[in-house]
């Protein structure tokens, strides 16, 4: 096994991919996004996330019981347009390679199976997983 260099792994950004569309006869350019981008990609989602208030009262003595409520509120349009904006910011940085520059506002422009398609494979080249947003839906707390 190689051992790599600092050198190697801070220019793992640069290992471009070739992505021919399915959607669109022809290809494209794409490159992973660094640790600090699938950062800002994340922050850009979370801008939009709700409020969520939790209290705890417990009760000492010999039944050690307590009580948890939680309420949240969220915005469901500008959860949408946040998630729209994060994916945006991705695709532009991920084609921004080889010398050509996207910048949101123009991969906004692109058909929606085009920017699908560029998108996933964003994801996948960068190890961006939709199973951990998914997880912490599940985890929400539900009214009951």
């Known amino acids: 096994m190689t051992r790599l260099t600092k050198d ?4 793992g950004i640069n290992d471009i991919v070739e992505l021919k569309l399915k959607s669109r006869e022809g290809e494209v350019l794409l490159r992973p996004l660094s640790q600090s981008e699938v950062g800002e990609y994340n922050n850009i989602q979370a ?3 709700g409020t969520f208030d939790t209290n705890e009262k417990a009760r ?3 039944r050690n ?3 948890v409520t939680s309420t949240g509120k969220i915005n469901f349009a500008k959860t949408s347009e946040a998630q729209y904006d994060a994916q945006r910011y991705a695709v ?4 921004t390679c080889e010398g050509e520059k996207y910048t949101p506002e ?3 422009k692109f058909t929606g ?3 699908e398609e560029i998108f996933e494979k964003v994801k996948e080249i960068s190890g961006i997983k939709d199973e ?5 839906v599940d985890q929400f707390p539900e009214d009951g």
């Open 92 to 95: 532009s940085k991920s084609m």
């Open 132 to 136: 951990d947003i998914e997880m912490e």
């Open 47 to 49: 801008r939009a996330m």
């Open 60 to 62: 000492r003595g010999m």
């Open 8 to 11: 190697q792994l801070i220019n």
């Open 113 to 115: 199976a085009v920017f």
């Open 106 to 108: 123009e991969v906004g």
């Open 65 to 67: 019981t307590s009580d």
